[in-house]
């Protein structure tokens, strides 16, 4: 079913209809679900809806890690707290795909064969504590980046979904950011442990904005159709410009020498990241696929009498409702 969604393309639609939707999109319109569209628009936001969710989901196994192994237990609680909210993220977004006609069930499974991707982030591992300090700090603030726009996406279920997302990710940010700041200002062992964990989340951090613009295949249509507000390289900029400061006031070192204020753009010149390590990451050949997509399986194949149990019920229930009309 969900090939089925992602390889029926627009050929033959009404040049008409085209116009009248595109129209509505430019005047800043929100589609909904019942409403018609291009099936490109339809097939493009279950794919970014659909990977995003899976990022959700799979962006718990690094910080669920490391929950029972937190130094105190109120870093325990707020971990709890915050990986847990990356569930209901994720259920948000499994919803507002649903809308678009296709399962949860039927995105698994194309997870789980390969079909779809996950953010490439999640295939690095988180080694110690410090490490839940930069995920949070990093790889929430660059999602945040990413995500404040979508509030403002073209597609109704979407958007909602983003401003509930937006608000809890912005506190994900800040206990990331506390516990870089209680590392950094600890003993030298402790920040040496808070510099190493920048070392490595830094690169796999900008590639989470996806390839460089002239790379990215489907940014021209997207931002034409408002489901992307911006480029990638646009927002990797924000982010470098937002995240220098921070990493200043820590007293830690951006682990990129090339990097300097560019008075003329009023930006940073930063390095690119290592594109030939991002492509092989989405490839599924990165630190930790293997394992992300082993634990996902694990839990599919584990929940099964559950999902079968629901399904009876809902059935049955269904049948007597049908019975009593
Ligand atoms: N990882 O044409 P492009 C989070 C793929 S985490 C893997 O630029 P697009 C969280 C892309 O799918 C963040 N794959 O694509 C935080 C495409 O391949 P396909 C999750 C990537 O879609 C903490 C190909 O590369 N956020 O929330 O226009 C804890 C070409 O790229 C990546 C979202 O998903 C990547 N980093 O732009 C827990 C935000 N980048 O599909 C959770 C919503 C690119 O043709 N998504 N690819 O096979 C987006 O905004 C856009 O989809 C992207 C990519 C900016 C990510």
Redesign the pocket.
Known sequence: MYAQMVKSEATTEDPEKLAAFQARIDAGEKIEPKEWMPEGYRK?LI???G??AH??I???LP?GNWITRAPTLERKAILLA?VQD?AG?GLYLYCAAETLGVSRDELTEALLSGK???????NYPTLNWADIGA??WL??G??IM??VP?QRTSFGPYSRAMIR?CKE?SF?QRQGYDIMMKMAQGSPEQKAMAQDALNRFWYPSL?????SDK?????AQ?MAWK??INT?DE?RQKFVDQTVPQAEYLGLTIPDPELSWNEEKGGYDFSEPDWSE?FE??KGNGPCNAERMEARQKAWDEGAWFREGLMAHAAKRAARKIAAE
């Open positions: 493009t794919r970014q809806i990977q995003h990022s959700e799979v962006g718990q910080e915050k990356e993220h779809m991707k996950y953010s490439s982030i999640f995920v949070g790889v929430d660059a999602a990413n995500q979508l997302i990710e994900h590639m989470m904005f996806g390839p790379d990215s295949v489907h940014s997207s489901i992307k990638n927002l991002f990451v989405i």
